[in-house]
C-alpha cells in the first residue's frame, strides 16, 4: 500500500503564529474562543494554563487574545470596556478580509459574504455591518432581494470555485444589478483544495486530517469526497481502522490548516503500519 502525502497540507502561517503568541506569553491569558478548530491543540493550551472564554464578561485574566479568526470592532469594543489589555492574534489575511468589506460598504456595494453565517469568522465582519447578506448555496442567492449594486467578499477557508460559482450565481440572478467580487479567500486555503483534488484523483482511499469543527478541514473531506469514493476525516490517528483500508494500493493523506505536524506524522506512521500488516497477511 502505498501512501501519498498533498503536495500543500497542515497548519498555515496564521495559525502556527497564533499559538506560538498565545504559548509565549509571560503572565496568565484567556483565549476569546478556540484559538484553533483543533481539539489537540486547545489541549496543548490548557496545559498551560492558558483558558478559554466565550464571552469577555467571563474573563478572570488581565489579558484577552483574539483568535486567529479574528473579531469584529463591536467584540473588541466589549473586551476594551472591561478595562481589558488585547493581544490581537488575527491572521492577517483575515485582516485583510475585514478591510475588503469595509471598503465595499464605503463605496457604496451591499455586501455579501460568501461563508458559514455561525462561524466565527464570518460573525467577525458581519457584526460591524448594519447590512449584509450570508450564503452558501445557490437556494441562499436565489433568496436574496435585488439591490443596485452587490459587493461579494468570501470567508477565507471557502473553496474558490464555490465562491465563483456563487458570484456567478448572483450576476445570473440579478442580471440589471452591478456586482463585485473582492476575492478574501486566502493562498494557504487554495493551495490546500488544489492539492486536495490532485492527490484524491490519484488515490483509492483519501485520509484527511483535522479538527472535527474546522470548517477548512470539512472542506477539504468534502473536495476530496467529489473524486475519491473512499475518504476519512478524523482527527488522530487512533481514529484510523485498517479495514477501510482493505484492497487500497494507494492511500492519501491531507490535513487543514490548524493540524500540527505532530498529529500528522502519526496519522502517517499508523498509516505504514498497516500497510506493512497487510502485506505481510498477504504473504
Known amino acids: 500500500m502505498k501512501i501519498l502525502r498533498a503536495s500543500h497540507l497542515g497548519m498555515c502561517f496564521g495559525v502556527r503564529d497564533a499559538i506560538a503568541l498565545a504559548l509565549d506569553q509571560p503572565e496568565p ?11 489537540t491543540v486547545l489541549r496543548q493550551l490548557h496545559e498551560h494554563g492558558i483558558a478559554i472564554e ?5 474573563v478572570s485574566t488581565s ?8 473579531a469584529s470592532q463591536r467584540r473588541l469594543a466589549e473586551v476594551h470596556a472591561r478595562g481589558l489589555r488585547i493581544i490581537e492574534a488575527t ?5 485583510a478580509a475585514h478591510r475588503a468589506v469595509r471598503r465595499l460598504v464605503r463605496e457604496g456595494w451591499h455586501p455579501v459574504i460568501v461563508g458559514q453565517r455561525d462561524h466565527v469568522e464570518v460573525c467577525g465582519i458581519i457584526e460591524d455591518l448594519a447590512e449584509f447578506e450570508v450564503v452558501l448555496t445557490e437556494e ?12 461579494v467578499a468570501a470567508q477565507t477557508t471557502q473553496p474558490i470555485d464555490r465562491v465563483k460559482r456563487l458570484v456567478a450565481a448572483l450576476g445570473a440572478r440579478f442580471p440589471k444589478s452591478e456586482v463585485r467580487f473582492v476575492d478574501t479567500v486566502c493562498q494557504p486555503t487554495k493551495l490546500r483544495q488544489h492539492a486536495a483534488v490532485e492527490l484524491a484523483r490519484q488515490c483509492d482511499v483519501v485520509v484527511v486530517i483535522g479538527g ?4 477548512n478541514t470539512r472542506e477539504l473531506a468534502a473536495t476530496c469526497a467529489a473524486h475519491c469514493s473512499r475518504v476519512h476525516h478524523v482527527q488522530t490517528a487512533d481514529e484510523l481502522r485498517p ?3 482493505a484492497g487500497a494500493t494507494t492511500v492519501g493523506l ?5 493540524t500540527p505536524d505532530e498529529t500528522i506524522d502519526a496519522v502517517e506512521k499508523r498509516l505504514h503500519e498497516f500497510a506493512e500488516a497487510l502485506l505481510a497477511h498477504a504473504w
Do not use: K, Q, Y
Open 254 to 258: 491531507t490535513a487543514g490548516t490548524s
Open 243 to 245: 479495514e477501510w483500508f
Open 29 to 39: 491569558i484567556t483565549v476569546l474562543g478556540e484559538l484553533v478548530h483543533n481539539e
Open 91 to 95: 491572521c492577517p489575511l483575515v485582516h
Open 54 to 58: 466565550r464571552e469577555p464578561a467571563a
Open 212 to 215: 472535527a469543527h474546522s470548517n
Open 63 to 70: 489579558t484577552v487574545m483574539i483568535t486567529a479568526h479574528g
Open 140 to 151: 441562499d442567492v436565489a433568496g436574496l432581494v435585488e439591490r443596485p449594486r452587490f459587493g
